[in-house]
């Protein structure tokens, strides 16, 4: 039997001895390409190359790659070969061979090197693809009679103008028992029979907006074999899912559920947690973290569809990761970076099992609720706001509550969901119109909308003249302001850099003759206007004025510092965390930055000292930075890292530090890294699931935040009356003696417990013949008090025990009945409900113990004498 991995080898070998350049597989996040958000097909990170936007390294290349595709979830595990990750083997030329080399090798590979007999080939063609007929009949000599023609819909590749052309598949016959028995059966049927292992695309037409097709000057091919389809057919298995590539994770998934797979109605769930942990461990491997936007949430789809079918197989604890290291043993030979991120993926995939099953099961019963309350009106539509709050509050994608309805015979109003989910996105809109807004509401802004945008000129100069264009004072515009006024300033052009990529504003002066005003921020409004807030100190100013516009330069300069630190920052954390760090949000001021970041854990010190010292080193080298204006796809092709939040035009603005660090970045900067003096990490924390933020100071703020640091030693060191070098060990010492005397404490305390137990059994009573203590006692909390009340048990086996304990505003109870009484119609659960109503409160409990509390401290005597009130009744 052919492993899939020799079958992929396989494949690859063989379009090497044939000229092609072999690839690695891409990664599933495209490169440069917005308008995909995951690769779905072997030829999607070649698009460039047939668009003829790029040219490729070599005109023939072959791979082997991984795919994600998640638009037919629902069918997953249900079929033999629905997928979302699967492994698409293709070759391709840009302008090179065409369809005679494309169809002949694609017969002596299926029938040459992986040796499937020739009389189970059948091919299907365009219906009007007559070359390509003539080469299978004539050239490779397949019958006539194993030659299908069909229509556009099944051989014919276009997506809207553009590139395309006609496609020819070829098809494995799996014999008439698995067909539909029709004498007319044959490929195009929708009957199993016929399984399609291979599509040839023949890129040869271009198609205009009118639907016209124009031969294209140079014709290419792309072609795709599911590899987990020739593998079921070369190992003779029913359904990909028993192939070699998926059964060893289904298997591994039946042992920890300790069932067994094969004709059992757990099929399902195992077969979709096999295939939803294959795409969740390569999207992981890719750099992807779970979250709640684009390829994030396709990951968190699917590894939250995963556990909850692990929860219908009686699996409990988070399992995920377990199984993931099946998964990796099988692809680490094509794809060893799964072995190098092993422990990452482990991690990721537990921490966000963990998380979910945190809210599963409380989402489940709420859903359970849902609906019950459903099926009781008997209209079988679940409301979308229903949707929208498991969704919001428990994160339950949509898909998963949908699954759950179906299985209970029910939809779900999908429409009203997205009503919702739009509905809280305008809330969101509008808080943050709410928070952008400045001094006052938007209306006046709107009458500076003829102003256009305001030139800046700080990336050169820190200081310039400008001409007051407006002046808004106290939410209206004005014509002049006198000293005092608070006001918000437009001029001609400006050296104040406005906050945004992060970055705040700058501050500083505007000056004329006899007139001075304070600028405490700078913004910038929609349509580039920027917005100088301050207040006039002297004189009177006024519309049309010159004035000196003059940038605090030590603010721009500790700004700057700061922001070029970022870039370091970054840079530092994927070398040390990995590629899978994204940029999720910054704030760089005068003090210090703070970072946001994707990642799955906290930091450790030696991931901190780590990145702190890579900082450092990059700032000692004292690299030039290289600051330049290019196109926004010149960028892109650079391998420019575009930021959070940000919005490019055509033309962007570039960072470069060395070689290593290249972003997007409309800030400002020092000139060399030397500048920024030194680096500190602060702090490091979460910020929400899967994000982290780090905080740190530079230059002189590193200085400040050490000295301050070494001021807390001093202290400690004349506290302790040591030396900083023995701190650790003064500490230490302490901390050793500090255990010790707890040790002694907890030995003393265990000794007054056992005396107030002694003190206890001999203030019991006899009630008709039962040894009963109903004391008030000293207890901190109700565990002490069970404790004691555990304590009594041991010493009197069968007496019943109902002990209180005040504590300020409340009152604790516990009540032990012994097993040989509960005959008798004792029940602590009853006592103790009565006792704690007398205090001001409730409880209850089983027979044989039960505990409660009340909001009346100083009824717990009366209470107390209640309580022996009743097992005297109750003992009759």
């Known amino acids: 039997m052919m492993t899939g991995n020799e079958i992929r080898k396989k494949f690859l070998d063989f379009f090497a001895s044939k000229e092609h350049l072999i690839l690695p597989s891409a990664s599933l996040i495209p490169k440069n390409d917005p308008s995909l958000l995951l690769i779905g097909a072997g030829m999607a990170p070649f698009k460039k190359y047939f668009t003829g936007q790029e040219r490729p390294p070599r005109r023939r290349i072959a791979t082997c790659q991984k795919c994600v595709r998640t638009g037919d979830l629902d069918n997953v595990g249900r079929t033999a070969r629905h997928h979302t990750l699967f492994e698409m083997l293709g070759n391709f030329s840009f302008a090179d061979y065409f369809k005679k080399e494309a169809i002949a090798w694609a017969w002596e590979f299926m029938t040459g090197e992986l ?10 063609i365009y219906e009007e693809d007559d070359e ?77 907006e009118e639907g016209n097709y124009t031969p294209l000057p140079k014709k290419n091919i792309d072609t795709g074999m599911g590899l987990e389809r020739i593998a079921s057919v070369l190992q003779q298995v029913p359904t990909n899912f028993d192939t070699d590539l998926i059964k060893p994770i289904i298997e591994k998934t039946a042992a920890l559920a300790d069932i067994t797979y094969g004709g059992q109605e757990t099929d399902v769930s195992l077969k979709v947690i096999a295939d939803h942990l294959r795409g969740v461990v390569y999207m992981i491997a890719d750099g992807i973290l779970p979250s709640n936007e684009g390829r994030g949430y396709v990951l968190r789809r699917l590894l939250r569809r995963a556990v909850r079918h692990g929860k219908l197989l009686g699996i409990d604890g988070p399992f995920l990761h377990l199984v993931a290291d099946t998964l990796i043993e099988i692809g680490q030979e094509a794809y060893p ?43 079988g539509i679940l409301s979308g706001d229903k949707v929208f709050r498991l969704y919001d509050t428990y994160g339950f994608p949509l898909d998963l509550t949908r699954e759950i309805a179906a299985e209970e015979g029910l939809q779900v109003d999908e429409e009203g969901f997205s009503q919702a989910m739009e509905a809280q996105r305008e809330r969101a809109r509008a808080a943050r119109r709410e ?24 990336y050169d100069t820190l200081a310039g003249t400008g001409r007051i264009k407006a002046i808004i004072r106290d939410g209206e515009v004005v014509a002049e302001a006198p000293a005092g006024a608070d006001v918000e300033i437009v001029i001609d052009r400006t050296p104040f850099y406005a906050e945004g990529g ?256 002694s003190d206890l059994v001999a203030g019991a009573v006899e009630v008709k013949g039962v040894k009963v203590v109903a004391l008030p006692v000293e207890a901190k909390s109700m565990e002490e008090l069970r404790s004691l009340v555990d304590a009594l048990r041991a010493k009197l086996p069968s007496g019943i025990v109902l002990l209180g304990a005040a504590q300020q505003d409340k009152v604790n109870f516990v009540c032990s009945v012994p097993r040989d009484l509960l005959q008798s119609g004792l029940h602590a659960g009853n006592i103790i409900k009565e006792v704690a109503r007398v205090a001001g409160g409730g409880g209850g409990g089983r027979p044989d113990l039960a505990q409660a509390g009340g909001k009346k401290p100083e009824r717990l005597e009366d209470a107390l004498a209640r309580g022996v009130e009743l097992i005297r009744e109750q003992l009759g």
């Open 132 to 208: 390509a007929f003539a080469i299978w009949r004539d050239e490779v000599g397949i019958p006539e009679e194993r030659i299908v023609r069909l229509g556009k819909a099944d051989n014919f590749w276009e997506i809207g103008p553009g590139p395309c052309g006609p496609c020819s598949e070829i098809y494995y016959d799996l014999g008439p028992e698995r067909g539909c028995g029709s004498p007319d059966c044959a490929p195009g049927c929708d009957c199993d029979r016929y399984l399609e292992i291979w599509n040839l695309v023949f890129t040869q037409f271009d198609r205009d």
């Open 502 to 757: 992060g970055q705040v504003g700058d501050r500083g002066t505007f000056t004329a003759p006899g007139v001075r005003i304070d600028i405490k921020d700078t913004r910038s409004l929609p349509g580039g206007v920027i917005i100088h807030q301050g207040k006039v100190k002297e004189g009177l100013l006024k519309t049309g004025a010159l004035v000196e516009a003059r940038v605090n330069g030590d603010f721009r300069m500790t700004t700057a510092r700061n922001h070029t630190a970022t870039h370091l920052l970054h840079w530092a954390l994927r070398q040390v965390l990995g590629e899978h760090v994204q940029q999720a949000g910054s704030l760089v001021n005068e003090e210090r930055l703070r970072f946001d970041f994707s990642h799955f854990s906290a930091l450790g010190n030696e991931e901190l000292r780590r990145v702190e010292g890579l900082v450092n080193e990059k700032i000692l080298e004292n690299i030039s930075l290289e600051i330049y204006v290019t196109s926004r796809e010149q960028a892109q092709q650079l391998g420019a890292i575009a930021l959070f939040g940000e919005k490019y035009g055509d033309e962007v603005r570039v960072v470069k530090i060395g070689d290593f660090s290249l972003e997007l970045c409309g800030g400002t900067h020092v000139p060399a890294t030397g500048a920024i003096g030194s680096f500190k990490l602060v702090s490091e924390g979460s910020v929400g699931a899967g994000l982290r933020r780090v905080e740190a100071v530079t230059g002189k703020g590193a200085l400040e935040y050490v000295n301050t640091l070494e001021g807390v030693i001093d202290r400690v060191v004349s506290a302790l009356k040591t030396t900083p070098e023995e701190l650790p060990d003064r500490i230490g010492s302490l901390l050793a003696g500090i255990k010790e005397r707890d040790k002694e404490l907890e030995t003393l305390k265990g000794k007054l417990a056992r005396l107030q137990v």
């Open 115 to 124: 040796g499937l007999p020739a009389e189970k080939l059948w091919v299907s």
């Open 337 to 379: 970076e799964l072995v190098e991120k092993r422990e990452m993926i482990r991690e990721v995939i537990k921490q966000e099992e963990e998380r979910f099953r945190e809210t599963l099961q409380a989402g489940m019963n709420i859903l359970a609720g849902y609906l019950e309350e459903v099926q009781k009106k008997g209209h």
């Open 435 to 458: 928070a952008d807004g400045m001094l006052v509401g938007e209306g006046v802004y709107r009458e500076l909308s003829g102003v256009g945008p305001t030139p800046f000129t700080g």
